[in-house]
Antibody
Framework: EMRLLQSGGGLVQPGGSLRLSCTAS????????MSWVRQAPGKGLEWLSV????????HYADSVKGRFTISRDNSKNTLYLQMDSLRAEDTAFYYC???????????????WGQGTLVTVSS | DIVMTQTPLSLSVTPGQAASISCKPS???????????FYWYLQKPGQPPQLLIY???NRFSGVPDRFRGSGSGTDFTLEISRVEAEDVGVYYC?????????FGQGTRVDLK
């Protein structure tokens, strides 16, 4: 069974940093691009970033460009999201999700991680 | 950015009746390779989204045939032929034709 297990959420002060992790199992991790998507409490979905299967190509939404960094360690089957200069408006559930191909050409998201809550507050 | 406009934003349906959700992108989703990178997801309460329809009209693995996706260019529709209790949640359309990838605002479906 394909699974994505997330960890690393929590409470952080404005201006602080946090790193999220997403560990894959049940499929060959390096063969698939991976994305991060977030959802503010009670709100809709926002795509944040994608990384290709080999890690050589990344893209970001303008809302997080320059503050968030997506990366992956294929030897550990793990995707990361380093979040710096956090703001109150970054408070959300964060999901990782798999694309159907190794490049960043698009495609659907399946499976999704279970989500982890990041709260930015003093 | 491509803006995805869903209507209606909420829908109350009698079990067994049909439901329809519209999604209108601000520009065509037809890519140069001839594919249309348009999807429908359902987010049930307390769960991550789950893929229902990919590339406009293809039901994902395990999705009941009461779900039907259609459309092209800038006009897409999700139809549920006979709504069941397990179909309650928020439905989102999404495009990955052009970066940044974008979602619709969501349509909340509940039962009367």
């Amino acid at each position: 069974e394909m699974r994505l297990l997330q960890s690393g959420g929590g409470l952080v002060q404005p201006g602080g940093s946090l790193r999220l992790s997403c560990t894959a199992s049940g499929f060959t991790f390096r063969n698939f691009a991976m994305s991060w998507v977030r959802q503010a409490p009670g709100k809709g979905l926002e795509w944040l970033s994608v990384i290709s299967g080999n890690g050589g190509s990344t893209h970001y939404a303008d809302s997080v460009k320059g503050r968030f960094t997506i990366s992956r360690d294929n030897s550990k089957n793990t995707l990361y999201l380093q979040m710096d200069s956090l703001r109150a408006e970054d408070t959300a559930f964060y999901y990782c999700a798999r694309s159907p191909d190794p490049d960043n050409s698009g495609g659907w998201f399946d499976p999704w991680g279970q989500g982890t809550l990041v709260t930015v507050s003093s | 950015d491509i803006v995805m406009t869903q209507t209606p934003l909420s829908l109350s349906v009698t079990p067994g009746q049909a439901a329809s959700i519209s999604c209108k992108p601000s520009q065509s989703l037809l890519y140069s390779d001839g594919k249309t990178y348009f999807y429908w997801y359902l987010q049930k309460p307390g769960q991550p989204p789950q893929l229902l329809i990919y590339e406009v009209s293809n039901r994902f693995s395990g999705v009941p045939d009461r779900f039907r996706g259609s459309g092209s260019g800038t006009d897409f529709t999700l139809e549920i032929s006979r709504v069941e209790a397990e179909d309650v949640g928020v439905y989102y359309c999404m495009q990955t034709t052009q970066l940044p990838w974008t979602f619709g605002q969501g349509t909340r479906v509940d039962l009367k």
